[in-house]
């Protein structure tokens, strides 16, 4: 589940010239954020038809930030060595001996290093899930070379959110809960096994899109030097925050229809995503200040979508199904 998005990796990276710094900020601490709630809400999908592997869950909560990492030092490895301007791209950085690496290079071993973490874990996965790990693996590779790859990559236009939504979204939590269920259902997936996971992907791509869209005004400077075009960009503040809002709503109205689905108490239910509606409302007020406090911001919307994925984590858990597992794996 590689970090996408029109600027989710916020550009070259211009901590200092350490070696250290870089591959921290490189990897984007607090994007990661967004990979743990997908991966959590997707359990929590599992969970509720009594479909958990916590062994599976782990390995793919796993697997899916090594991917992100990996993803994230490849996008901003490309962006080095597609814009060539000084102001933003140091040449070279230092290691702890106080030799000069160049810094691409750096970002190119790093990414093909965790890649290849990735896919032993990705691997581990495929023998004790089935087949429904690589079809989960195939989808996130069309997914993430969209994004990237080619000369007319998603990432670099407003287009980009869709493959927000599609990673952090369907890809991430139906992924996160097939790999469980399709282990442990009694028999061949059916919608039963994977209904939730349709409700709740939706939600969590909404919120992946306006975790972008914060991140996005927080760096049109460096997008635009770039020669990026974010949606920010190019629709206008009046448009962005009408979307932000509109998918508050949408995400809060699905949860409803969720708790309805499950048969919850609805008033019981909601309290959480009523919660994070008034968080998302509080940020659209904020959006114009984000390219002035950015981090805060975008840190704020990440934690509100990890806070709803582990709200629905803990009431599955607590009012889910009865485990219905023909083979028990841990």
Not at 13 to 37: E, H, T, Y
Not at 42 to 48: E, H, S
Not at 170 to 187: F, L, W
């Amino acid at each position: 589940m590689g970090d996408s998005s029109s600027n989710l990796f916020n550009g070259p990276v211009r901590q200092g010239n350490n070696l250290v710094s870089l591959l921290v900020a490189g990897a984007s601490p607090k994007m990661l954020i967004m990979g743990v709630a997908s991966v959590a809400a997707g359990t929590a999908a599992a969970a509720l038809r009594g479909n958990l592997e916590i062994l599976l869950a782990t390995m793919y909560l796993i697997f899916a930030l090594l991917f992100q990492i990996a993803g994230t030092y490849w996008h901003i490895y490309v962006e080095n060595r597609r814009v060539c301007d000084t102001r933003y791209i140091d040449d070279s950085v230092e290691d702890d001996a106080g030799h000069e690496l160049s810094r691409t290079n750096v970002l190119r071993e790093a990414a093909f290093a965790f890649l290849i973490l990735d896919a032993m874990v990705g691997l581990a996965l495929l023998v004790m899930s089935g087949l429904w790990s690589l079809v989960v693996g195939c989808v996130l590779a069309l997914v993430v070379y969209i994004t990237f790859g080619g000369s007319r990559p998603l990432s670099r236009s407003p287009w980009g959110i869709i493959c927000t939504f599609l990673l952090f979204g369907p890809v991430g939590v139906m992924g996160t809960c097939m790999v469980q269920s399709g282990q442990e259902a009694s028999s061949l997936l059916t919608y039963y096994d994977i209904e939730p996971a349709l409700y709740i992907s939706v939600v969590m791509g909404l919120m992946a899109v306006n975790c972008n869209i914060v991140h996005n005004i927080a760096s049109l400077d460096v997008d635009r030097a770039m020669g990026r075009r974010t949606l920010p960009m190019v629709a206008g503040e009046r448009f962005i925050r009408t979307l932000f809002i509109a998918n508050g709503i949408v995400w809060t109205a699905i949860m409803a229809c969720l708790a309805l689905v499950q048969n919850f108490n609805i008033w019981e239910m909601m309290i959480v995503p009523v919660l994070a509606l008034g968080v998302n409302s509080w940020l659209s007020v904020k959006l114009p200040e984000a390219r002035e406090k950015g981090t805060g911001l975008q840190l704020a919307a990440n934690l509100n979508m990890l806070f709803l994925a582990l709200a629905m984590l803990v009431v599955a858990l607590i009012d889910g199904a009865a485990d219905d597992s023909a083979r028990f794996i841990f």
